[in-house]
C-alpha cells in the first residue's frame, strides 16, 4: 500500500469519470486504478462519498456559506484531508463554531475549486453513493485480484469498505485478511433483502422447498447479545439500543448465551392489529420511553451460543430462531404441503393487517445486503420504493403547492437514478405541504413549473404494474401510480432498481430461459 501519496485531485477526477459513464466495467476500471495505488482507506471512503469519520457535522448553511477564493494548483494529498476533517470532527466546547469555520476555511483554501466543490457534496451528503457500494466491491475485487464473493462476504460481514479494502490490498495474505472477517456479535451485519414476486404461485414455484411467513409492515431490527450486553440496530445498521429498552429487556430474558436475530419490530394496537408504519418508525426517533410497545418478530438466527449460523441452510437458522425465541418468531409455514395451503397463510397475513408475505428458499444461506431471489415479498397490491428526483407545481387547489412527483428507480450499477413514471395520485394535504417543505430544503434547480432535488428521498409507490415505454430511459413505466407513503428509515442507496422495477412486467415466456432443452 506504499505506492506514493494518492493526491485529493486523484479522487475528485476518478469520482468525475465514474460518474460520467453508464458503462459498470469502465466504472470498475476506474475505481480499481485508484484503490490499487490507495495509501490510505480514505480514498474508499471518499470515493463512495462519506468521510471516514462517518457525519461530521458540517452543517449544510455552513459549508455552502463559505467563500475562499480557491488553489490554482492541486497540492492536497487523500490523507491531508482526511486528517483535517477529522480534527474538524473533533473541535467541541466554548467557541468550537469559530474554530469549526476557520478549520474548514483553511481546509478550502488549499483546495482547488474543483475539489472545493467535491468537498462541499463530501460534507453536505450529497455525494453519498449508496449505489456504488456494489461497484465498488467489484473494483476492490479488480484491483487486489481476488474473487468478487470473497470481498463481498467480508464487507457484509465488516459492514466497512474502507477496511475490506484495505485487508484485500495487504498482499501475499489478502485472502487469509479477507477471510478473517467472522460475523463479530455487537458489531452489526448488513441485512439480507428480498426481491419483488410476480405472485405467489411464481415464487413457489422458482423456489422449490421453502418458507411462507407473514411480511409485516414493521421497521426491520437486527439484535445482539452477548452475556447481558444486548444491542439493537435499524438496517441502516443505525444503533438505537438506547431507545428501545423494552426490546433490550426482552431479549436480555431469552434462553442464550450469545444470540444475533434478525426482525421486524412493529407497535401493535391494543386489539394485536399492526399500527401505522409511521408511528413505529417514529418510536425509533423517540428519547424517551412511549407507552406504545415495541413487539419483536424475529425470522433469521445469525449466531447462538458461541456458533455462526450465516452459511447454514435457512432450515438450520430457523430451527436456531424457534429454540432460542420461539414466542417471538414470525407467523408462517414452514415448507407448505400445497398451493393452497399457502395461499392460507396469505390470506391471513392480510387478514391481519400485513403487508403480505415472504417466500424464502429453505436452502439457501444468508447473503447480507444483497436483494437477492431466494427470498421473495409477494404483496396483492405491488410496491416500490422510488427516489424523488423532481416535482412540479400544483394547479388549482393546489396551487403554491409542490404536486406532481417525478419518480426514479436506482441504477445498479451506480449511476443516477433512472426515471419510471410520474404521479400525484395519494398525496393528502398534510402530506403535500409536508412535501412542499422538504423538496424545497433539497431542491437544486427551480423553475416556474418545477423543481429539480437531490435524488436523496425514498418514497413507497403503490401501482397496477409496469409496462413497455419509450416515454423513459429505462425503458418501463409504472401503470397507476400512486403514493402509500415517504420511507425516512431507507436511503436512495436502498431503492429499489430498474431491475426490481422491470421483474414486475408481465411475463411473456411460460418457461424460463435456462429451463429450455
Not at 466504472?27 to 480514505?42: D, E, F, N, Q
Not at 470481498?151 to 495487504?170: D, E, I, N, Y
Not at 438450520?316 to 414470525?330: C, F, S
Request: proline share 5%.
Amino acid at each position: 500500500m506504499h505506492h506514493g501519496r494518492v493526491l485529493f485531485t486523484e479522487v475528485v477526477e476518478t469520482s468525475a469519470a465514474v460518474a460520467a459513464t453508464r458503462s459498470r466495467l469502465a466504472k470498475v476500471a476506474a475505481l480499481a486504478g485508484l484503490v490499487r495505488r490507495m495509501s490510505t482507506p480514505a480514498v474508499v471512503s471518499f470515493l463512495v462519498g462519506v468521510p471516514s469519520q462517518g457525519r461530521i457535522g458540517a452543517g449544510w448553511r455552513t459549508v455552502f456559506d463559505l467563500d475562499v477564493p480557491p488553489a490554482a494548483e492541486p497540492s492536497l494529498t487523500v490523507s491531508d484531508v482526511d486528517e483535517a476533517l477529522g480534527s474538524f470532527a473533533s473541535i467541541g466546547g466554548r467557541g468550537s463554531a469559530a474554530r469549526r469555520a476557520e478549520a474548514l476555511t483553511s481546509l478550502f483554501g488549499r483546495a482547488t475549486a474543483a475539489e472545493q466543490d467535491f468537498l462541499r457534496r463530501l460534507l453536505t451528503g450529497e455525494l453519498r453513493q449508496g449505489a456504488l457500494e456494489g461497484v465498488m466491491v467489484d473494483a476492490i475485487a479488480r484491483a487486489a485480484d481476488v474473487p468478487g464473493e470473497v470481498v463481498r462476504r467480508a464487507f457484509m460481514l465488516s459492514g466497512s469498505l474502507p477496511g475490506t479494502a484495505v485487508a484485500a490490498m495487504s498482499g501475499e495474505g489478502a485472502s487469509a485478511a479477507l477471510a478473517a472477517f467472522r460475523l463479530e456479535v455487537g458489531r452489526p451485519v448488513r441485512p439480507m433483502l428480498a426481491s419483488p414476486a410476480e405472485s405467489l404461485s411464481s415464487a413457489l414455484a422458482e423456489l422449490g422447498s421453502c418458507v411462507v411467513e407473514h411480511k409485516l409492515d414493521g421497521a426491520r431490527i437486527q439484535v445482539h447479545r452477548s452475556g447481558d450486553e444486548v444491542r439493537v440496530f435499524t438496517r441502516t445498521l443505525r444503533e438505537i439500543t438506547a431507545t428501545v429498552p423494552e426490546l433490550v429487556e426482552l431479549v436480555r430474558a431469552l434462553p442464550c448465551t450469545s444470540v444475533v436475530l434478525d426482525g421486524e419490530t412493529l407497535a401493535l394496537t391494543d386489539d394485536g392489529k399492526p399500527r401505522p408504519f409511521q408511528e413505529t418508525m417514529s418510536r425509533f426517533g423517540a428519547q424517551d420511553v412511549r407507552e406504545l410497545l415495541l413487539s419483536p418478530f424475529f425470522f433469521d438466527c445469525l449466531h447462538l451460543d458461541g456458533v455462526d449460523l450465516l452459511d447454514e441452510p435457512l432450515s438450520a437458522r430457523l430451527d436456531a430462531v424457534r429454540r432460542v425465541a420461539g414466542p417471538h418468531v414470525i407467523p408462517g409455514v414452514v415448507s407448505p404441503s400445497s398451493e393452497e395451503e399457502a395461499t392460507r397463510v396469505l390470506d391471513e397475513a392480510l387478514a391481519g393487517g400485513h403487508e403480505g408475505v415472504m417466500v424464502k428458499s429453505l436452502e439457501s444461506v444468508y447473503a447480507a445486503g444483497r436483494r437477492g431471489r431466494a427470498w421473495q415479498k409477494v404483496k396483492p397490491v405491488h410496491t416500490l420504493d422510488l427516489v424523488v428526483l423532481g416535482v412540479e407545481w400544483g394547479s388549482g387547489r393546489r396551487r403554491g403547492l409542490l404536486s406532481n412527483l417525478h419518480l426514479g428507480a436506482r441504477d445498479p450499477d451506480g449511476g443516477a437514478p433512472i426515471m419510471v413514471g410520474k404521479t400525484f395520485k395519494g398525496l393528502t394535504d398534510e402530506l403535500l405541504a409536508w412535501q412542499t417543505r422538504e423538496l424545497m430544503a433539497i431542491a437544486t434547480e427551480k423553475t416556474d413549473w418545477a423543481v429539480v432535488v437531490r435524488p436523496e428521498m425514498v418514497i413507497e409507490i403503490e401501482l397496477d404494474g409496469v409496462q413497455v415505454s419509450s416515454r423513459y430511459p429505462g425503458g418501463v413505466a409504472l401503470r397507476f401510480a400512486r403514493v402509500l407513503r415517504y420511507r425516512p428509515d431507507k436511503d436512495a442507496g436502498e431503492a429499489d432498481t430498474i431491475d426490481a422495477v422491470r421483474s414486475l412486467l408481465p411475463q411473456r415466456a411460460a418457461t424460463p430461459p435456462d429451463t429450455i432443452g
